[in-house]
């Protein structure tokens, strides 16, 4: 069924070095993906979307890339922060066409740790 | 801050009783989604409005319903509560029905004892 697959890893890293955060999904009919980021007793912050037509969108310090044949969707994070220490969840839509409308799903999560 | 704003941001209530989370869109948004979020579970989609008609269903229990009122605010209720009901509840929201970004509020703490 539809999923977006990640088992809460977690993903510890020094201030400075970059970080990578994986995320695979399973419904082919998903045609836009998100990262949020979640902090502590707080609501999920956007960080930065892409479209199935698209393989890659940086933004600030974040680059998305997507993998369409192996349904894999990656965040990027340069110069990793203290403050980007948090719960990274991906999330999928199904697009136009289908039923799901504005439904997202989201993965599991993976919590980032950034030591000074 | 998103703009999404929800009401309370904690309660504690009592197995058997019945809660409503109120929930105002961003400025301008149509859409409104309701999220749990639990240790076990993590977010799961409940229910979505567009412009004070429902749009799409998740696992939303039967104990529970929503609605979108003309001002666009929205109401999640929930009933006869459960020890598992215990979880957070987010409101979200968007400019259309799909295909754009949602943005969340910071939640409401939702414990049954």
């Known amino acids: 069924g539809e999923s977006v697959g990640l088992h809460l890893p977690t993903l510890s890293v020094q201030e400075g070095d970059n970080s990578i955060i994986n995320c695979a999904y399973s419904n082919s009919a998903s045609d836009y993906f998100i990262w949020y980021k979640q902090e502590s007793g707080k609501g999920p912050q956007f960080i930065i979307d892409?479209?199935?037509?698209?393989d890659k969108r940086q933004g600030q310090r974040v680059t998305v890339l997507l993998n369409k044949t192996v349904k894999h969707l990656s965040l990027q994070i340069a110069a990793t922060q203290p403050g980007d220490s948090a719960v990274y969840f991906c999330?999928?839509?199904?697009?136009?066409?289908?039923?799901?409308?504005?439904?997202?799903?989201f993965g599991q999560g993976t919590i980032l740790t950034v030591h000074p | 801050d998103s703009g999404v704003t929800q009401t309370p941001k904690h309660l504690i209530t009592a197995t058997g009783q019945r809660v409503t989370l109120r929930c105002s869109p961003r400025?301008?948004?149509?859409?409104v989604y309701w999220y749990q979020q639990s240790l076990d579970q993590g977010l799961q989609f409940l229910i979505q409005?567009?412009?004070?008609?429902?749009?799409a269903k998740g696992n939303i229990l039967e104990r529970f319903s929503a609605q979108q009122f003309p001002d666009l605010h929205s109401e999640l209720n929930l009933s006869s509560l459960e020890l598992g009901d215990s979880a957070l509840y987010f409101c979200a929201s968007s400019p259309r029905v799909q295909g754009n970004t949602i943005y969340f509020g910071e939640g409401s703490w939702l414990t049954v004892v």
């Open positions: 409005y567009y412009n004070g008609e429902e749009r």
């Open positions: 400025s301008g948004d149509l859409s």
């Open positions: 892409i479209r199935s037509n698209m």
């Open positions: 999330a999928e839509n199904i697009g136009a066409g289908g039923t799901s409308y504005g439904k997202l799903t």
